[in-house]
């Protein structure tokens, strides 16, 4: 992919259907940035193809070869270092990042969680959302903190929840709200409209009071 502006890695550990959906928006257009690289801890990652597919550079770094997350992390560090990377995205990593990861990369790591933080981290939040008997579900876009998805919240968007869901169907609705709030916080965030200051979120040079609620204007966007 071209040398822009904004260097992206994109960090994965399973299917990469959220990488597939930010590559699908650069080669649109919509998103002024590059993904340099993409790493995968696990090395059968349906990911990595994804991204060989579109002639993005692929990196294994497999953590059961590290004794610590320390050290799992700095060999994460050292491939990172290699390229200029301005945003660091997590696209169904499933991995903590430790705090000298974090402390390097401020303010420049996004992950995107399947609830509506801070409902349910963790995982399976789609069946525990059913098992509460909750009206509407839905995923958040965070930047990443040393505390498990508790970062400061950026954007959301949510769904209804009907009588008739199973995990499987909430899922398949909660993924097509990801699809698009991911790939519009990274343009957001390459076009200077989004920074984390100090612990707070700041969009279009105001500080963020609450999350952003997914609207079809935003959605326009990306269009």
């Known amino acids: ?32 940035a590059s993904i340099a690289c993409v790493i995968s801890n696990n090395p059968n990652a349906y990911g990595l193809l994804r991204a060989k597919q579109a002639n993005i550079t692929t990196h294994i770094i497999e953590h059961e070869n590290y004794a610590t997350r320390e050290t799992f992390d700095a060999e994460l560090l050292k491939t990172l270092r290699v390229y200029n990377i301005k945003l660091i995205v997590l696209a169904g990593f499933m991995r903590i990042l430790s705090p000298n990861f974090i402390n390097e990369y401020q303010g420049k790591v996004l992950n995107i969680h399947p609830s509506l933080l801070p409902k349910y981290t963790g995982l399976h939040t789609h069946e525990r959302a059913l098992n509460a008997n909750d009206a509407e579900h839905g995923c958040s876009v965070h930047f990443v903190t040393a505390e498990l998805d508790a970062g400061p919240l950026i ?10 869901d199973s995990p ?9 709200k990801e699809h698009i709030i991911y790939p519009l916080t990274m343009k957001w965030f390459c076009e200077g409209r989004l920074e984390l200051k100090a612990s707070q979120v700041y969009f279009d040079n105001k500080p963020l009071e609450q999350a952003i609620i997914l609207n079809s204007e935003h959605e326009n966007e990306l269009q």
Do not use: P
């Open 1 to 32: 992919m071209s040398n822009t502006s904004c260097q992206i890695a994109v960090l994965i550990s399973g299917g990469g259907s959220n990488l597939q959906s930010i590559i699908d928006h650069i080669q649109q257009g919509h998103i002024d």
């Open 155 to 164: 954007i959301q968007a949510k769904v209804n929840i009907k009588k008739s």
């Open 168 to 176: 499987e169907s909430l899922a398949k609705r909660v993924l097509e």
